[in-house]
């Protein structure tokens, strides 16, 4: 779940991965993209964005509807 993100002009294709590292996770948007500032992986508690990419073993998928 992503509880806090900021606004990017940044383009790409929705859901692609613009960003991927130990500093921030970018995400395309429709119109712009996202960055990830505060997520809750399922089953556990909110963390920022850099603690949450840390504990990743490989880069995320993001899913579009």
Do not use: H
């Amino acid at each position: 779940k992503i509880l806090s993100s900021k606004f990017l002009a940044r383009e790409g294709l929705p859901g692609e991965l613009l960003a991927f590292n130990q500093e921030e996770c970018l995400v395309a948007a429709l119109n712009g993209s996202l960055q990830l500032l505060i997520v809750q992986p399922e089953g556990k508690r909110p963390m920022g964005a850099s603690e949450w990419i840390r504990g990743c073993s490989s880069p995320p998928l993001f899913l579009v509807s």
